[in-house]
């Protein structure tokens, strides 16, 4: 594995965590602001931590009773200060959300920069 292969699985496992732990303060700490959601028809600015914040916080419900979640990743690509990875993310015995998160280099480590979400 390459350093930012680490880095890269390091932060998805405690993306993850943050997730279980129903910890949105946790994964708004995660995103980079500015940072853009992509989604198909929809394109969402993130200008404040507390809009990923909020979002996170009211979508628990959809996840009841999930306690634990395996990921796959496939970096995509590299670049100096970012890295594209390629996230599936299973829970519930299936593969459940697959994203592309492009992850910006910051001080403290990766933040999301861009998400879009992959078929």
């Given at each position: 594995?390459?350093?930012?292969?680490?880095?890269?699985?390091?932060?998805?496992?405690?993306?993850?965590?943050?997730?279980?732990?129903?910890?949105?303060?946790?994964?708004?700490?995660?995103?980079?602001?500015?940072?853009?959601?992509?989604?198909?028809?929809?394109?969402?600015?993130?200008?404040?931590?507390?809009?990923?914040?909020?979002?996170?916080?009211?979508?628990?419900?959809?996840?009841?009773?999930?306690d634990?979640?395996?990921?796959?990743?496939?970096?995509?690509?590299?670049?100096?200060?970012?890295?594209?990875?390629?996230?599936?993310?299973?829970?519930?015995?299936?593969?459940?959300?697959?994203?592309?998160?492009?992850?910006?280099?910051?001080?403290?480590?990766?933040?999301?920069?861009?998400?879009?979400p992959?078929?």
């Amino acid at each position: 594995m390459t350093e930012a292969t680490d880095n890269v699985d390091r932060f998805f496992d405690r993306y993850a965590a943050a997730l279980l732990a129903r910890d949105a303060k946790a994964i708004a700490g995660m995103y980079a602001v500015p940072s853009l959601i992509l989604f198909p028809g929809q394109s969402i600015p993130v200008t404040d931590t507390g809009q990923t914040e909020a979002f996170f916080a009211s979508s628990w419900g959809q996840y009841e009773g999930i306690d634990s979640v395996e990921k796959r990743i496939d970096i995509m690509a590299e670049a100096p200060g970012f890295v594209w990875a390629d996230v599936t993310w299973t829970y519930g015995g299936e593969p459940r959300e697959r994203f592309c998160y492009q992850l910006a280099e910051r001080a403290g480590g990766y933040q999301i920069a861009v998400l879009t979400p992959l078929a």
